[in-house]
C-alpha cells in the first residue's frame, strides 16, 4: 500500500517535471517571427504610377514651386497633410514638465553642437522639406512652398544648395527627378538625418551614410544583403505623418516607432529575457556599440574656436581617422567609433533647456531623460514603466549669458563678412548679440561657455542577434554595462557586503570545524587500534 | 550484525531528488550570484529555474507524503537528550561512547536532527521558496503587487542559500559520524541500515513499547484490561518520550497493521488473554483454544526452562526484553519472535503478567538458507580445490 503509494507519487513528479521542462522548451522558429511587416520575397513593387509619361512633367519648370505645382495638381489636399507635420513646421505643442504646454522643434530647440537654426536659417533651411526659409518671414501656409522632391526623389539627383534656403542647387534638373519620383529611400532621409550636426553621423552616431549600402553586421533591418528595410518600414507613414520621434527635440511619449510593433513585446523563446522587456528596452541589448563604421562626435568644445592662421583664415585640423579635431568656426572635437553606449533608465519623456530657461545646473542638461527603476508608469508620468535605454551621451561647451544665466544662441551663419556671423567675423559678443536681437530675447553682453550634456537615445544600427548582448555583459560584480547605473539591486552585480562576509565566514567555520571534529576522530580511532 | 529496515522507498527518493536538486539550486544561484563562472549565466538562470519548479513538485507530494503517512510526527521537536547529544558530539564520540539516542521505525531522528530538519522544513526552505517567487514574479516594480528593491529579497534568498550550504556541510559530515563512516549513506540508499544485536534489541524494545497501542485499540471488552493496558502504555509512553505520538488515533492505526502478538499470563502461568495476531502467530484458530491453557504450550522443553526463569523474575517485578526465541505452535511446527515481559500489578500486587510478541520468523528462516547456501557453496569450492 505505502509501496504503492510511493511509485504514484513519484510516477507523477516525474510526469509534472519533464511536462513543465517541454513547456520551457519551446523551438526557435529558423526565422524570426514578426508581424505588420512584409518580407522582401513577398513585396510586390507597388503599382506606383510611371511618372514619366505625365505631360505636366514634361513642360520644363522655371523653378522648384512649380514642380511643386505640378505635384499638388494631381496630389489635392496633399499640401494640408505636409504643413500639419514637424517635418514642414519644425516644432508642434508639447507638455514640459514644470513649463506646461510649449511650442517646441528644431526651430527653437537649442542643442549642443550647431546649437540654432536661428538667425542662420539661410544655411540650416537646406535640410527644410520647403523653399526659401531664409528668415522669419518664411510662409508657412503657402503650398508653393513645399518641397516634394527631397523626400520623394528617386533618381539619385536631386540636390538642396548650399546656404539656399532649401532651394534645390541649380544644376538639379528639375523635370528629370519629377518624371522619377518614389516611396521614400534610404537615400532620400538620410540627406538630413545622417548629416545632423554638420557632417556624416556627427550627431546620432547610429544614423549615417554607410547604412544605405550597409551589411548585416551594421544593422540587421537596413542590410542590403539582407532585409534591405527603407526607413518608412519601421517610421510607418500615414498622411505624411511619420511613427517615431527624435528626442533631441520632443518631449511627450506618443507616436513612437518601436521594435514590439514588429516584434511584440515576448519575441524570445526563453521567458526569463522576455520578462527583461518589461523593464530593458530592445535597444539596449540588442545595439551593444554604435558608430560603427564612420566616428561620431563626442565632444564639442565651442570655446576654443576662434583661433586662425598668421593669414587670418580659418583652420582646419583632422584626427588620424579624418574627423575634423579642430575648427575656427566651430571649436575642438572628439570623434569615437565602435563606442559602447551609456545607459539611463527612460520613461519616454524628456525635457529641454529652453533658451529661456536659467542654468540651475552643470552640466546643463540640454535634454533630460526622465525615468528612474522606481517609475512604474502608473499614476506617474508616463503610461508605461521606465526602461534601461542605451544613449549616446554628446557633451560640449557652448556660449552662456553669465548674467541672464541663459544659454544664447548666437548668430553662426552669413554669405558675407560684416553680417555679426561668428562663421564669417569670428566675434562672439557680436553674434551673441546678433542671435538674441533676432529672437528679441536679452543678452548682457558678457558671456562665457558652459559645459553641456544632450542625450540621443539610439535606435539604429541595430546587431545581428549573435552580437547582442549576453547577462555577464550587465550581471557582473565589475565593470559591467550597467555599473552607473545603480539606483536598483541588479542580481549579479550587486550583493550585500556583511551578508556575503557573513555567509562565506559561517561555511568556513563550518567546514573548520567538520574537518577537526574528523581529524580528531580518525586520529584517536587509529591510536586505539 | 543485522540489516533493519528504517527508511522507506518515497522517502529515500524524495531524500536523493531533494539533495540533487538542492545542490543543482545551490551551485548555479552562486553563479548567478556572481561567486564563480561555471555554466554561463544563462544556462545557470534556466537550471536553477527549471530546478527550482521541480523543486517545488517535490515539496508538494512530500508534504502529502509526510501528512499522510503521519511520518511529520517525527519532526515533532524535543528537548530531551538535546544536551546528551551536544555531549555526545563533543566529547563521546572521540572515547568510542554509544549515542545517547536510538534509530526506530516510530522514532527515527534523534533531537537534534528533529530540530535542524524541522527548521529547514518550516524556516530555511519556505523561505527560499517565498523569496525564490519574488525573485521569479515580483522583480520588477509593477502595477499591483510590487516590490520597490530587489535588494531584501536577494538578502533572504542568499541567506537562505548560505543556512542550506552550511546545513549540507555538516549534514554530510554527520553522515560519517553512524556505525561505520559510510552505514549511514548506505541506509539511505538501500533503507536498511546496518546495526549491531545490541541496538536492534532497544530498537525493537522500544517499537514493542510502542506498539502496546496497538493492542489495546483491539481490546473492546472489560474495563478491568483496558485498565491493564493503560499502565503499561504509561509505563511504555514515559520510556519512549513520545506522549504527543501515541495520542494520535492514526498513529495507533498504523500499529495496528504491524502484527503485534499480545498475550496476558495469570501468575499460575495460565493464559488469560490472547489477541488476534497472537493466534494467528501460533496458529490457533479461535482465542478461546488457548485461553485456561499453561504457557509449557508454548516452548519446547529445554526452553522452558528459559522462559520460567524469566517469568520468575517477572513475578519478582521486573520488566524483560527478550531476544529471539523459539515457539511451538498449535500443529507443533517452529515459529521464531522477539518476546516481551512486564509484570501486571493490581493493588500493589503482582497478579498476572504480560508481553508482546513479534514474529521474526520469516527472516530467520531467510538468513538460514543464506547459511546453508553459503555451506553449500563452499563446501563445494573445497571438494573443487581437493
Known sequence: MVKQLSLILILAFFALVLNAQEDSETLEVSRIEVNNYTW????????????????????????????????????????????????????????????????????????????????????????????????????????????????????????????????????????????????????????????????????????????????????????????????????????????????????????????EQCHTDSPHANQTINDHNLRVACQTCHIPEYAKANGTKMIWDWSTAGVLDDEG??????????????????????????????????????????????????????????????????????????????????????????????????????????????WMDFDWDMANKAGMDYLDLPYSGNYDFVETEMYWPLNHMVAPKEQSLSCKDCHTRNNGRLAALNDFYLPGR??????????????????????????IRIFISRKNS | MKQVYIYKFFERFWHWMQALLIGILMITGFEIHSTYNLLG???????????????????????????????????????????????????????????PTKKLIYNKFNPLQ???????????????????????????????????????????????????????IA?????????????????MVTGWEEMDDETIRERMADDIEIALLKTKSQFKGGSGESEILDNALTTAQEKAGIKAILKDNKFRDAISSSGVGYFCISKEGNYLEVNDSWAKLYRYESQKEIIGKHYRLS??????????KSVEKVLQGETINHGEVKRICKDGTFGYHTLTLAPVVTDGNIIAFEGFIIDTTDKLLAEKELLKKKIRVEEKLRSKNT
Open chain 1, 40 to 259: 522582401k520575397e513577398n513585396r510586390v513593387s507597388t503599382n506606383q504610377a510611371n511618372h514619366s509619361s505625365f505631360e505636366i512633367l514634361n513642360n520644363e519648370f522655371e523653378n522648384a514651386h512649380e514642380v511643386t505645382e505640378a505635384c499638388l495638381s494631381c496630389h489635392t489636399k496633399r499640401d494640408e497633410e505636409i504643413m500639419a507635420t514637424s517635418h514642414w513646421n519644425w516644432e508642434r505643442s508639447e507638455m514640459l514638465e514644470g513649463k506646461g504646454a510649449v511650442p517646441v522643434g528644431k526651430k527653437n530647440i537649442l542643442n549642443n553642437f550647431c546649437i540654432g537654426v536661428a538667425g542662420s536659417e539661410a544655411s540650416c533651411m537646406r535640410c527644410h522639406i520647403g523653399y526659401g526659409w531664409k528668415d522669419q518671414s518664411f510662409d508657412f501656409d503657402e503650398p508653393r512652398n513645399i518641397d516634394c522632391l527631397v523626400c520623394h526623389d528617386n533618381s539619385g539627383t536631386y540636390e538642396k544648395a548650399k546656404g539656399g534656403a532649401g532651394y534645390p542647387s541649380p544644376t538639379v534638373n528639375l523635370n528629370y527627378v519629377a518624371k522619377n519620383v518614389g516611396l521614400p529611400k534610404r537615400e532620400n532621409c538620410g540627406v538630413c538625418h545622417f548629416w545632423g550636426g554638420g557632417g556624416n553621423n556627427v550627431k546620432h552616431g547610429d544614423m549615417e551614410i554607410a547604412l544605405i549600402d550597409g551589411s548585416r553586421e551594421l544593422d540587421v533591418h537596413m542590410a542590403i544583403e539582407g532585409e534591405d528595410m527603407s526607413c518608412v518600414d519601421c517610421h510607418v507613414t500615414e498622411k505624411h505623418q511619420m511613427a517615431g520621434k527624435l528626442y533631441a527635440l520632443s518631449s511627450e511619449n506618443k507616436d513612437r516607432a518601436t521594435c
Open chain 1, 313 to 422: 583664415n580659418p583652420i582646419h585640423e583632422s584626427d588620424a581617422d579624418g574627423n575634423h579635431n579642430y575648427l575656427s568656426i566651430k571649436g575642438t572635437f572628439v570623434y569615437d567609433d565602435h563606442v559602447t553606449p551609456e545607459y539611463l533608465w527612460f520613461n519616454g519623456i524628456a525635457n529641454h533647456q529652453l533658451i529661456t530657461d536659467k542654468i540651475d545646473t552643470i552640466p546643463v542638461q540640454m535634454n533630460s531623460l526622465d525615468g528612474s527603476y522606481k517609475d512604474k508608469g502608473i499614476l506617474q508620468k508616463s503610461l508605461h514603466p521606465s526602461k534601461i535605454w542605451p544613449v549616446k551621451v554628446h557633451r560640449g561647451k557652448q556660449v552662456y549669458d553669465t548674467e541672464n544665466m541663459t544659454l544664447i544662441q548666437p548668430k553662426l551663419w552669413s554669405a558675407n563678412k560684416g553680417d555679426s556671423a561668428y
Open chain 1, 494 to 519: 550587486d550583493k550585500n557586503k556583511y551578508l556575503d562576509g557573513f555567509g562565506i565566514a559561517l561555511v568556513v567555520m563550518t567546514l573548520f570545524g567538520v574537518l577537526a571534529h574528523g581529524s
Open chain 2, 41 to 99: 549565466y544563462e544556462t545557470a538562470v534556466n537550471v536553477h529555474d527549471i530546478s527550482a519548479w521541480a523543486f517545488l513538485v517535490l515539496i508538494v507530494f512530500a508534504i502529502f507524503w509526510h501528512f499522510t503517512t503521519g511520518e511529520w510526527r517525527q519532526y515533532i521537536p524535543t528537548t530531551k537528550l538535546v544536551k546528551a547529544q551536544v555531549d555526545y558530539y563533543l566529547f563521546g564520540i572521540f572515547k568510542g561512547a554509544h549515542h
Open chain 2, 114 to 168: 528533529r530540530i535542524i530538519y524541522l527548521g529547514l522544513k518550516v524556516l530555511v526552505i519556505p523561505v527560499q521558496v517565498i523569496s525564490g517567487f519574488l525573485y521569479l514574479y515580483f522583480h520588477y516594480p509593477l502595477k499591483g503587487f510590487e516590490l520597490d528593491s530587489l535588494e531584501l529579497v536577494a538578502i533572504f534568498h542568499t541567506f537562505g542559500a548560505f543556512m542550506l550550504l552550511v546545513f549540507v
Open chain 2, 171 to 187: 549534514h554530510v559530515y554527520l553522515t560519517t559520524t553512524g556505525h561505520k563512516p559510510l552505514s549511514a549513506i548506505k541506509a
Open chain 2, 299 to 308: 516452548r519446547t522443553d529445554e526452553d522452558f526452562a528459559d522462559l520460567e
